[in-house]
Structure formats: structure tokens, C-alpha cells
């Protein structure tokens, strides 16, 4: 079948599957604290969502991520994942990876593993615990540690993503770039994007990313490298712990024309841009009919919608989010 090429002759091969809007962490840039979720009964079955995953990588996409939400904390998800892995024994996915907040790795890292799982990311702000609970409300950082040593111990490659928060973290960069090191750990640094009400104001907290590596770059060597994920971060090696360090600045930089990637949501809505309202419904022709015709149609109809790129904005004047979904919706 044929691959999925969008108006702009971008090829899209990288499918992210928020498979809950649900979490049992409130992040302050993420979440308020009193969210109204989408009723359970609007959601996918597991295996509508593997159905949809199947017909994309039919279409050329190699790469799944599962996100949310907080993935982990969708009952029986393990099942999506065992499902979706045998595609990586069949050659048409590449890869199959994972977006958490770590809190209930401890209990999965060997599954993951086992159903073919070989590199995480894991979300984490700060080192202190106390800090920790502060940014997640409802976290425990020794929960997320035990996380991170199970997932090292079944082999798991991993990722820290860490949202650079202005009088929150900017004390602990050096820390975060020496503890990742040691660890084996690569690291990126998320600039926070204007997505969803939350209940403070995001401009209290921007802290841009040139302001981050400023303040690396006097203590760290920052190689320049061209690897690159078909994301939004550019990537450097840091000599002295030969570890990654990726910048995440959708603010700040242009990524767009490089967008290799689309969302679906945890009800079959498709999201071609995280920056831009557009969206596609895939779950009214997906329960239309046993086959995937009407599935296939309404996805190239999506592709053939995705959008050149998206214009967020954080400033004083507009402290309105530039989108009004969560990025626990779209899964980041
Ligand atoms: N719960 C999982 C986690 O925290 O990793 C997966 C979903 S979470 C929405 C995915 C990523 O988005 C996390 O790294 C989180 O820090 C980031 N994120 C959430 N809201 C954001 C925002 N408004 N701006 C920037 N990053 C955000
Ligand atoms: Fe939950 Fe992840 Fe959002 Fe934090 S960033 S509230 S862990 S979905």
C-alpha cells in the first residue's frame, strides 16, 4: 500500500497514541488540579486502537509512540503493547516506544521489554523530592527512582524529558545533566507550550531554552551533532558524559518542515499538528465496517489536511493557551 506523503511532500512515518486523557499526576504545566476527563465510555476499546495502529503502519509508519495521559495507568494496557510488538517481529514497525511519567515502571519495565520495548522516555522535573511534589502535586519521586532502576535492569534505553521551568528548576540544570550522565541516561529539555487551561499563568514560569544552554555551556562541552528524530529537538553531545542532550524549543525555532508525525487520540480523533485545532474523526468510520476501507479513506483524507506548521505563541498580551486541548489529550 501506498505511503502517506501530505500536501507539503512530507512522508509520515511516526504515528503517537495517547491511549488515556487520565493520570495520576497533576503537573503544573500539564494539568489543573481539578480536571474533568473525558467519560470512559467515549474511549477506544484497546483493540480499536490497535486496529487503527495496524492500518497505519499498512501505510509506512515504522515508529508508535504510546503516551497519554499517563500511559501505565490505562487498565490492562500491556495487552496494547504485546499486540502492537508482534508488528516488530513482522518488519513492518520499526520501533515501538513510550512516553511515562515512570510512576508505575517499576511494575512494567520487564513487560515492556518483553514485548519488544527497547527505548523510554521518562518524564522528571526535579531531583528533590520535595520539588518533585510540587511540580506533579500528586507524585513520589522514589516511586519514579525504583522506576528508572527496574527499567535499567530489563534493558530498557532511556530518556529523561525535563521541562525547564523558570525558579523551579533552573537551579538544578548542572545537577540534572550530571545525575542523567552517571545514570547513562540521555536528557532533553522541554521549553512549556501554551496547551490547556491550567491554573496558573505558563509566562510565570517560560524559561527559553537559549537561557538553558547559556548556563550549560559554562560548565559542559555541547557538541553539535545531526542526529536528529524527525521531532522538534536538536540534539548535542555533552563530552564529558558522551550522553545526548536534546533542546525541545517549539517557541523558539521552526521545526515544522521537517514534521514527520501525527496524533491520535485515546476517542480515534487524529491530530495532524500539536499546535492546530484541525483534527479528523477516525472512530466513526473505523465502527462503520468490519474492514478498514472507510478507515483508509478517512486517513488519507487527514494526511491530505496536515497543516504546514503551527504558530504558538507565549506572551504577556495573549496569556490564553493557543490551543485549548491538554497535552495530555494529544500525548505531547
Ligand atoms: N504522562 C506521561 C509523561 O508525563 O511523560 C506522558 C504524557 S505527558 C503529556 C508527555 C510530555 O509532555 C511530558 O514530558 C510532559 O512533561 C510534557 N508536557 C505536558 N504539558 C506540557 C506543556 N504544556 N508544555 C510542555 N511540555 C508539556
Ligand atoms: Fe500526567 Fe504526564 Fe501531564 Fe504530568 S505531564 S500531569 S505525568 S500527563
Given at each position: ?299 488519507d483524507e487527514a494526511i491530505g489536511r496536515k497543516p504546514k506548521g503551527h504558530d504558538f505563541v507565549i506572551d504577556r498580551a495573549g496569556a490564553d493557551p493557543a490551543v485549548d486541548r491538554h497535552m495530555s489529550v494529544t500525548g505531547g
Amino acid at each position: 500500500m501506498s505511503s502517506l506523503i501530505d500536501p507539503f511532500g512530507r512522508t509520515v512515518s511516526y504515528l503517537r497514541v495517547s491511549v488515556t486523557d487520565r493520570c495520576n499526576y497533576r503537573c503544573v504545566y500539564c494539568m489543573s488540579e481539578n480536571m474533568t476527563f473525558l467519560p470512559k465510555s467515549d474511549l477506544l476499546t484497546l483493540e480499536e486502537l490497535e486496529r487503527i495502529c495496524a492500518a497505519f503502519i499498512r501505510r509506512g509508519v515504522d515508529k508508535l509512540r504510546i503516551t497519554g495521559g499517563e500511559p501505565l495507568v490505562r487498565r490492562n494496557v500491556m495487552s496494547l503493547f504485546r499486540n502492537l510488538g508482534r508488528h516488530l517481529n513482522s518488519g513492518g514497525l520499526r520501533e515501538l516506544t513510550l512516553t511515562t511519567n515512570g510512576s508505575r515502571l517499576a511494575d512494567f519495565a520487564d513487560e515492556l521489554h518483553d514485548c519488544g520495548v527497547r527505548r523510554i522516555n521518562v518524564s522528571l522535573d526535579s531531583l528533590d523530592p520535595g520539588k518533585f511534589n510540587d511540580v506533579t502535586r500528586w507524585g513520589r519521586l522514589d516511586d519514579v527512582m525504583r522506576g528508572l532502576e527496574a527499567a535499567k535492569s530489563a534493558g530498557l534505553e532511556i530518556k529523561i524529558n525535563t521541562v525547564a521551568l523558570k525558579g523551579y528548576n533552573d537551579d538544578e540544570l548542572d545537577d540534572l545533566v550530571e545525575w542523567t550522565g552517571r545514570e547513562g541516561f540521555d536528557l532533553t529539555f522541554i521549553e512549556t507550550m501554551p496547551l490547556g487551561e491550567i491554573d496558573e499563568d505558563r509566562t510565570d514560569r517560560y524559561l527559553p531554552l537559549s537561557a538553558v544552554r547559556e548556563h550549560l555551556e559554562r560548565r559542559w562541552t555541547l557538541e553539535e551533532t545531526d542526529y536528529r528524530t524527525g521531532g522538534p529537538a536538536r540534539y548535542m553531545k555533552i563530552r564529558e558524559t558522551g550522553k545526548r542532550l536534546g533542546l525541545i524549543t517549539p517557541l523558539t525555532h521552526n521545526f515544522c518542515e521537517s514534521c514527520n508525525r501525527v496524533r491520535l487520540t485515546c476517542t480515534g480523533t487524529l491530530y495532524m499538528c500539536l499546535g492546530q485545532e484541525d483534527a479528523a474523526d477516525l472512530r466513526t468510520p473505523l465502527r462503520m465496517s468490519e474492514g478498514d476501507g472507510r478507515l483508509m479513506d478517512a486517513i488519507d483524507e487527514a494526511i491530505g489536511r496536515k497543516p504546514k506548521g503551527h504558530d504558538f505563541v507565549i506572551d504577556r498580551a495573549g496569556a490564553d493557551p493557543a490551543v485549548d486541548r491538554h497535552m495530555s489529550v494529544t500525548g505531547g
